[in-house]
């Protein structure tokens, strides 16, 4: 009963979220006529097509869109909002769901998106920047131990030449922008 009642909360955190999205609103007049859907050239490889995807979202079925690979399929082209005759901000949306997934952890088991979303995020909060060297090496060590083998001669390339470093310099003014970072999450939580 308490995931039920925590799925339906979050549901409605995302709804309210979207509805502050310029033109948000509009996912409320959404007509079902599966414009969006034929539009989307990654369609094909969803679980959820976009128009199920409003479907799902205004039955509140927010966990179960979040667990399908839906939302790390989207290529971001806007076709579908460009298309869409009710003028719903779809990309947007779908921006808005990995936000919430990666905030909750809810994401396919082999959502390797959501993995990566992770560990920049993690990299910024501790450097201030993209650690690029870091952020492949925790993003395998999650998602496929092994394939760090097979990076290394690449890795080693790119070390040597100045191109990657193990450890960045943080950048100036850390505390602030994680001060910045915390104020934009305690946002999110209204």
Not at 2 to 22: K, W
Not at 72 to 100: H, N, Q
Not at 104 to 109: A, E, S
Not at 150 to 172: D, M, N, W, Y
Request: with cysteine.
């Amino acid at each position: 009963m308490m995931e039920t009642t925590e799925a339906r909360n979050r549901c409605q955190e995302f709804l309210e979220s979207i509805h502050q999205l310029p033109d948000g609103k509009k996912i409320d007049q959404c007509i079902q006529c599966g414009t969006c859907s034929a539009s989307c050239p990654t369609a094909e490889a969803m679980e959820y097509s976009p128009r199920e995807i409003i479907a799902a979202l205004r039955a509140g079925m927010l966990d179960r869109v979040l667990k399908s690979n839906t939302v790390w399929f989207c290529a971001s082209c806007y076709m579908c909002a460009v298309r869409c005759p009710a003028g719903i901000p779809f990309t947007d949306v779908m921006y808005e769901l990995k936000r919430l997934g990666v905030k909750y952890d809810i994401h396919p088991k082999d959502a390797t998106n959501a993995v990566m979303a992770r560990s920049f995020v993690n990299a910024i909060d501790r450097y201030g920047r993209n650690a690029e060297a870091e952020l492949i090496r925790n993003y395998y060590l999650r998602t496929n131990p092994f394939k760090v083998f097979s990076q290394l001669k690449l890795a080693s390339k790119l070390f040597f030449t100045g191109r990657i470093k193990l450890r960045p310099e943080k950048v100036k003014g850390l505390d602030g922008l994680r001060k910045m970072m915390a104020a934009v999450e305690e946002e999110d939580k209204r």
